[in-house]
């Protein structure tokens, strides 16, 4: 921190390095409270969908949307790229603020000016790829935001500040990245507005727990508990969501009962709009249903076309 602070008078020149919209919106805050942004670094554009169409990431689209006039930077890598550090050299930063970029920053760049991430968890819990999700999926009572001051480390560096979300019984995992997003681009003006005066608190990593990048086949389910079915779906419902080993689509659900024992997976009720479904601990509520290669349906559709009944198993 004491080398930081022997710079030059700071005029708040910022890098700001970021890809998906959770990084967009801190970074439109920073625009909006007139931040000298001077480059923005982010994933290169990539193919998406059944036509492989070339797509830049959120956050550069938003640039081109909106005429940001700013130099956009999207290496394959950092590491070992000289070129690139050159580059960051020549942008004379004060700042390098960082959200959900999706690369780790060499020794070479964290030393050209203090580098600041917006984690969205509460360190030392949930280092790494995954944070929100895991939040969701152990139903913890609060997430939120942590300021850090980057190190070589997997978010391991020096806490600079914090925000709490608290995390509420329909919360999902969209409308957390939605929510936390705002948090975090509050938090980072926040930090920067008094980056000088803050007392940065090392982390405890004897606390600490890390997440990993998520894999499709997590989403896979069964109906032997509706509260933790209900939980990995609040927390992979956006991607890469829940479904049986049949492969079909369970989206909508909500938990009806968390202790009584049924039959797994047998049908309890079919409502007007929804169906009950019973597992080996509780029952949950399922509004709509995806089978393999078709369209989405209510799960009363579903049901009457499966000639699905009370009683019946869904597999």
């Given at each position: 921190m004491e080398r930081y602070l022997k710079r030059r008078k700071m005029s708040k020149r910022i890098v700001f390095m970021g890809t998906p919209s959770y990084a967009t919106?801190?970074?439109?805050?920073l625009l909006e409270k007139n931040?000298?942004?001077?480059?923005?670094?982010?994933?290169?554009?990539?193919?998406v969908g059944r036509k492989q169409e070339?797509?830049?990431?959120?956050?550069?689209q938003y640039c081109l949307d909106h005429n940001i006039n700013l130099p956009i930077y999207q290496p394959q890598r950092l590491r070992d790229n000289q070129e690139m550090v050159d580059a960051l050299y020549s942008l004379k930063p004060d700042f390098i603020v960082v959200a959900a970029y999706g690369q780790i920053l060499p020794k070479s760049i964290l030393d050209i000016?203090?580098?600041?991430?917006?984690?969205?968890?509460?360190?030392?819990?949930?280092?790494?790829?995954?944070?929100?999700?895991?939040a969701l999926l152990h139903d913890d009572e609060y997430t939120g935001v942590t300021a850090m001051l980057m190190e070589e480390g997997l978010d391991t560096g020096d806490i600079l500040g914090f925000k709490?979300?608290?995390?509420?019984?329909?919360?999902?995992?969209?409308?957390?990245?939605?929510?936390?997003?705002?948090?975090?681009?509050d938090l980072t003006i926040e930090t920067l507005n008094h980056f000088s005066s803050l007392n940065p608190l090392p982390q405890n990593s004897a606390l600490s727990s890390l997440c990993k990048k998520i894999k499709k086949e997590e989403g896979e389910v069964d109906f032997s508990d509706a509260k933790a079915l209900v939980l990995k779906y609040k927390a992979y419902s956006f991607w890469p969501g829940v479904f049986l080993s049949s492969g079909l689509k369970l989206k909508g659900i909500t938990l009806v009962d968390e202790t009584l024992a049924h039959q797994a997976g047998e049908i309890l009720a079919i409502n007007k709009e929804s169906v009950v479904v019973g597992c080996a601990t509780g029952a949950i509520e399922i509004k709509t249903l995806q089978a393999p290669s078709k369209k989405e349906l209510s799960s009363v559709d579903y049901f009457r076309g499966q000639r699905l009944q009370v009683g019946d198993i869904l597999a």
């Open positions: 919106v801190i970074f439109a805050k931040f000298n942004v001077v480059a923005l670094f982010t994933q290169s554009d990539k193919k070339l797509t830049p990431p959120h956050i550069k000016a203090p580098c600041i991430n917006l984690h969205a968890s509460l360190l030392p819990k949930y280092r790494g790829a995954s944070p929100i999700q895991e709490y979300l608290k995390i509420t019984p329909t919360l999902e995992v969209a409308q957390a990245f939605e929510t936390l997003s705002h948090v975090a681009a």
